[in-house]
Protein backbone atom coordinates (compact mmCIF):
# COMPACT_ATOMS: atom_id res chain seq x y z
CA UNK A 1 0.00 0.00 0.00
CA UNK A 2 1.56 3.17 -1.24
CA UNK A 3 1.95 5.73 1.83
CA UNK A 4 -0.03 9.13 1.89
CA UNK A 5 1.27 12.64 1.60
CA UNK A 6 4.56 13.98 1.39
CA UNK A 7 6.64 11.89 3.77
CA UNK A 8 10.67 11.30 4.27
CA UNK A 9 11.98 8.29 5.04
CA UNK A 10 15.91 8.10 6.02
CA UNK A 11 15.38 4.21 6.94
CA UNK A 12 18.27 2.04 5.54
CA UNK A 13 20.79 5.87 5.75
CA UNK A 14 23.25 6.83 7.63
CA UNK A 15 23.74 10.46 8.86
CA UNK A 16 26.77 12.12 10.27
CA UNK A 17 26.08 15.17 12.32
CA UNK A 18 29.12 17.50 13.85
CA UNK A 19 27.99 18.83 16.78
CA UNK A 20 24.91 16.96 16.90
CA UNK A 21 24.62 16.61 21.13
CA UNK A 22 23.33 20.23 21.50
CA UNK A 23 20.89 23.30 20.83
CA UNK A 24 20.40 23.37 17.09
CA UNK A 25 22.67 20.08 16.10
CA UNK A 26 20.46 17.81 18.40
CA UNK A 27 17.40 18.95 17.18
CA UNK A 28 19.08 17.78 13.55
CA UNK A 29 19.61 14.45 15.52
CA UNK A 30 16.51 14.01 16.23
CA UNK A 31 14.74 14.86 13.30
CA UNK A 32 16.96 12.40 11.33
CA UNK A 33 16.88 9.71 13.84
CA UNK A 34 12.80 10.36 13.95
CA UNK A 35 12.68 9.81 10.03
CA UNK A 36 14.50 5.97 10.72
CA UNK A 37 18.28 7.35 9.95
CA UNK A 38 21.28 5.96 11.63
CA UNK A 39 22.90 8.64 13.18
CA UNK A 40 26.55 9.45 13.98
CA UNK A 41 27.17 12.51 16.36
CA UNK A 42 30.77 14.34 16.33
CA UNK A 43 31.35 15.69 19.71
CA UNK A 44 34.94 17.67 20.40
CA UNK A 45 34.91 17.72 24.25
CA UNK A 46 31.09 17.56 25.92
CA UNK A 47 30.76 14.80 28.31
CA UNK A 48 27.64 13.71 27.92
CA UNK A 49 27.88 13.10 24.26
CA UNK A 50 27.15 9.46 24.73
CA UNK A 51 24.36 9.46 26.81
CA UNK A 52 22.74 11.71 24.44
CA UNK A 53 23.20 9.42 21.64
CA UNK A 54 22.10 6.25 23.95
CA UNK A 55 18.80 8.18 24.58
CA UNK A 56 17.64 8.82 20.96
CA UNK A 57 18.86 5.45 19.79
CA UNK A 58 16.45 3.70 22.52
CA UNK A 59 13.55 6.30 21.93
CA UNK A 60 13.88 6.40 18.01
CA UNK A 61 14.75 2.38 17.96
CA UNK A 62 17.15 3.04 15.39
CA UNK A 63 21.40 3.15 15.79
CA UNK A 64 22.91 6.57 17.57
CA UNK A 65 26.59 6.49 18.29
CA UNK A 66 28.52 9.36 19.51
CA UNK A 67 32.36 9.92 18.19
CA UNK A 68 34.95 12.02 19.24
CA UNK A 69 36.54 14.45 16.89
CA UNK A 70 38.25 17.41 16.44
CA UNK A 71 36.60 18.37 13.01
CA UNK A 72 39.62 21.49 12.75
CA UNK A 73 42.17 18.33 12.31
CA UNK A 74 42.06 16.94 8.77
CA UNK A 75 43.23 13.71 9.21
CA UNK A 76 41.34 13.11 12.48
CA UNK A 77 38.44 14.18 10.66
CA UNK A 78 39.16 12.18 7.65
CA UNK A 79 39.69 9.07 9.86
CA UNK A 80 36.90 9.36 11.93
CA UNK A 81 34.74 9.65 8.82
CA UNK A 82 35.85 6.10 7.87
CA UNK A 83 35.37 4.62 10.97
CA UNK A 84 31.50 6.00 10.95
CA UNK A 85 31.28 4.47 7.60
CA UNK A 86 32.41 1.04 8.83
CA UNK A 87 30.52 1.04 11.96
CA UNK A 88 27.13 2.51 10.63
CA UNK A 89 27.53 3.38 7.28
CA UNK A 90 27.35 3.50 4.11
CA UNK A 91 27.41 6.72 5.28
CA UNK A 92 24.67 8.91 2.56
CA UNK A 93 24.12 12.40 4.43
CA UNK A 94 26.26 15.10 6.63
CA UNK A 95 25.21 17.85 8.03
CA UNK A 96 28.39 20.29 9.13
CA UNK A 97 27.12 21.68 12.37
CA UNK A 98 29.94 22.26 14.43
CA UNK A 99 30.19 26.03 15.10
CA UNK A 100 32.00 28.52 18.38
CA UNK A 101 31.66 32.44 18.52
CA UNK A 102 34.02 34.57 20.71
CA UNK A 103 32.23 37.91 21.55
CA UNK A 104 34.90 40.94 21.96
CA UNK A 105 35.07 44.24 20.53
CA UNK A 106 36.89 44.07 17.14
CA UNK A 107 40.13 46.18 18.72
CA UNK A 108 40.72 43.35 21.54
CA UNK A 109 40.76 40.23 19.09
CA UNK A 110 43.91 38.45 18.58
CA UNK A 111 45.05 35.59 16.45
CA UNK A 112 44.26 32.79 18.94
CA UNK A 113 40.41 34.09 18.52
CA UNK A 114 40.86 34.37 14.79
CA UNK A 115 42.36 30.52 14.78
CA UNK A 116 39.72 29.49 17.34
CA UNK A 117 36.72 30.52 15.35
CA UNK A 118 37.88 29.56 11.75
CA UNK A 119 39.06 26.60 12.85
CA UNK A 120 35.75 25.43 13.54
CA UNK A 121 33.49 27.40 11.76
CA UNK A 122 35.15 27.40 7.96
CA UNK A 123 38.31 25.16 8.39
CA UNK A 124 35.90 22.02 10.49
CA UNK A 125 33.33 22.38 8.24
CA UNK A 126 35.93 22.15 4.74
CA UNK A 127 37.67 18.95 6.74
CA UNK A 128 34.06 17.46 7.43
CA UNK A 129 32.76 18.03 3.88
CA UNK A 130 36.01 17.00 2.17
CA UNK A 131 35.88 13.48 3.98
CA UNK A 132 32.53 12.72 3.40
CA UNK A 133 32.77 13.63 -0.41
CA UNK A 134 35.57 11.49 -0.17
CA UNK A 135 33.82 8.30 1.11
CA UNK A 136 31.36 8.94 -1.38
CA UNK A 137 33.94 9.20 -4.57
CA UNK A 138 35.75 6.49 -3.57
CA UNK A 139 32.49 4.19 -3.97
CA UNK A 140 30.87 6.03 -6.99
CA UNK A 141 27.72 7.64 -5.33
CA UNK A 142 26.10 10.71 -4.49
CA UNK A 143 25.62 12.08 -1.06
CA UNK A 144 23.76 15.24 0.52
CA UNK A 145 25.53 18.39 2.41
CA UNK A 146 23.83 20.52 4.40
CA UNK A 147 25.74 23.18 6.40
CA UNK A 148 24.88 25.34 9.32
CA UNK A 149 25.60 28.69 8.27
CA UNK A 150 23.70 31.71 9.79
CA UNK A 151 21.96 34.88 8.58
CA UNK A 152 25.11 36.39 10.07
CA UNK A 153 26.48 35.65 7.08
CA UNK A 154 24.51 38.74 5.39
CA UNK A 155 23.86 41.10 8.74
CA UNK A 156 25.57 41.97 11.48
CA UNK A 157 23.58 41.26 14.61
CA UNK A 158 22.61 43.90 16.73
CA UNK A 159 22.00 43.84 21.25
CA UNK A 160 20.32 47.63 20.20
CA UNK A 161 19.35 49.43 17.53
CA UNK A 162 22.72 50.53 15.64
CA UNK A 163 24.62 49.31 18.43
CA UNK A 164 26.27 46.11 16.95
CA UNK A 165 27.30 42.43 18.83
CA UNK A 166 30.47 42.47 18.76
CA UNK A 167 31.46 39.32 17.10
CA UNK A 168 33.10 40.22 13.94
CA UNK A 169 35.35 36.82 13.48
CA UNK A 170 31.78 35.09 14.05
CA UNK A 171 29.75 37.02 11.26
CA UNK A 172 32.79 37.07 8.62
CA UNK A 173 33.07 33.18 9.23
CA UNK A 174 29.52 32.75 8.41
CA UNK A 175 29.98 34.79 5.02
CA UNK A 176 32.95 32.60 4.32
CA UNK A 177 31.22 29.40 4.85
CA UNK A 178 28.07 30.61 3.21
CA UNK A 179 30.47 31.14 0.21
CA UNK A 180 32.82 28.06 0.24
CA UNK A 181 29.17 25.97 0.54
CA UNK A 182 28.70 27.58 -3.32
CA UNK A 183 32.36 26.53 -4.37
CA UNK A 184 32.23 22.86 -3.39
CA UNK A 185 28.31 22.53 -5.01
CA UNK A 186 30.11 23.72 -7.86
CA UNK A 187 32.73 21.12 -7.94
CA UNK A 188 30.93 17.94 -6.80
CA UNK A 189 27.80 18.68 -8.77
CA UNK A 190 29.35 15.76 -11.35
CA UNK A 191 29.62 13.33 -9.19
CA UNK A 192 26.07 13.61 -7.62
CA UNK A 193 26.76 15.47 -4.50
CA UNK A 194 24.38 18.36 -3.91
CA UNK A 195 25.67 21.01 -0.88
CA UNK A 196 22.83 23.33 0.80
CA UNK A 197 23.81 25.68 3.68
CA UNK A 198 20.86 26.18 5.99
CA UNK A 199 21.36 30.03 8.24
CA UNK A 200 18.90 30.66 10.95
CA UNK A 201 18.14 33.89 12.45
CA UNK A 202 17.75 33.63 16.45
CA UNK A 203 17.21 30.12 18.20
CA UNK A 204 16.75 29.55 21.89
CA UNK A 205 20.07 28.01 22.63
CA UNK A 206 22.30 27.62 25.49
CA UNK A 207 24.23 30.05 23.85
CA UNK A 208 21.27 32.92 23.64
CA UNK A 209 19.95 32.02 26.97
CA UNK A 210 22.97 33.36 28.63
CA UNK A 211 22.72 36.56 27.18
CA UNK A 212 21.51 39.94 28.63
CA UNK A 213 17.26 40.20 28.61
CA UNK A 214 17.54 43.69 27.07
CA UNK A 215 19.59 42.69 24.60
CA UNK A 216 16.93 39.22 23.69
CA UNK A 217 14.25 41.80 24.10
CA UNK A 218 15.29 43.95 21.08
CA UNK A 219 15.98 41.20 19.18
CA UNK A 220 12.93 39.60 19.20
CA UNK A 221 11.42 42.92 18.39
CA UNK A 222 13.83 42.85 15.24
CA UNK A 223 11.96 39.58 13.74
CA UNK A 224 8.54 39.61 12.01
CA UNK A 225 7.61 36.61 13.61
CA UNK A 226 8.41 38.90 16.76
CA UNK A 227 10.08 35.41 19.14
CA UNK A 228 13.16 33.34 18.56
CA UNK A 229 13.19 30.27 17.23
CA UNK A 230 13.26 27.12 18.72
CA UNK A 231 16.17 24.51 17.69
CA UNK A 232 13.27 22.17 16.34
CA UNK A 233 12.17 24.68 13.96
CA UNK A 234 15.52 24.22 12.02
CA UNK A 235 15.23 20.57 11.46
CA UNK A 236 12.43 20.49 8.92
CA UNK A 237 14.98 22.29 5.99
CA UNK A 238 18.00 20.24 6.90
CA UNK A 239 15.51 17.03 6.71
CA UNK A 240 13.92 18.29 3.75
CA UNK A 241 17.91 19.45 1.89
CA UNK A 242 19.02 15.66 2.97
CA UNK A 243 16.52 14.00 1.72
CA UNK A 244 15.58 12.83 -2.11
CA UNK A 245 12.70 15.52 -2.22
CA UNK A 246 15.86 18.40 -2.75
CA UNK A 247 17.25 16.22 -5.68
CA UNK A 248 17.52 19.12 -7.60
CA UNK A 249 18.55 21.50 -4.76
CA UNK A 250 22.16 22.73 -4.70
CA UNK A 251 24.67 25.40 -4.28
CA UNK A 252 21.86 27.40 -1.90
CA UNK A 253 21.61 29.01 0.72
CA UNK A 254 18.52 28.85 2.70
CA UNK A 255 17.44 31.50 5.53
CA UNK A 256 15.04 30.24 8.71
CA UNK A 257 15.24 33.35 10.75
CA UNK A 258 11.54 34.52 11.35
CA UNK A 259 11.58 36.96 8.15
CA UNK A 260 14.48 39.05 9.68
CA UNK A 261 15.84 39.30 6.60
CA UNK A 262 12.85 41.34 5.64
CA UNK A 263 13.92 44.14 6.83
Known amino acids: MASKGFTIDFSGKCIIITGGNRGI ?4 SRAVAQAGARVAII ?5 DAHDVAEKLGKEFG ?17 QTFSLINDDLGPVTGLIANAGVSVVKPALELTSEDFHKVYGVNVLGVFNSTK ?24 IINQIAPNEPLTQV ?15 LAAEWATHGIRVNALSPGYVNTDQTSGME ?3 LENQAKTIPLGRFAEPHEMAG ?27
Open 131 to 154: AATKLWIDKKHGGSIVITSSMSSR
Open 62 to 78: VQVKAYQCDVSDAEQTA
Open 43 to 47: YRSSK
Open 25 to 28: GYAY
Open 169 to 183: FYNSSKGAVSTLMKG
Open 213 to 215: ARI
Open 237 to 263: QAVLLLSDHASYMTGGEYFVDGGHLIW
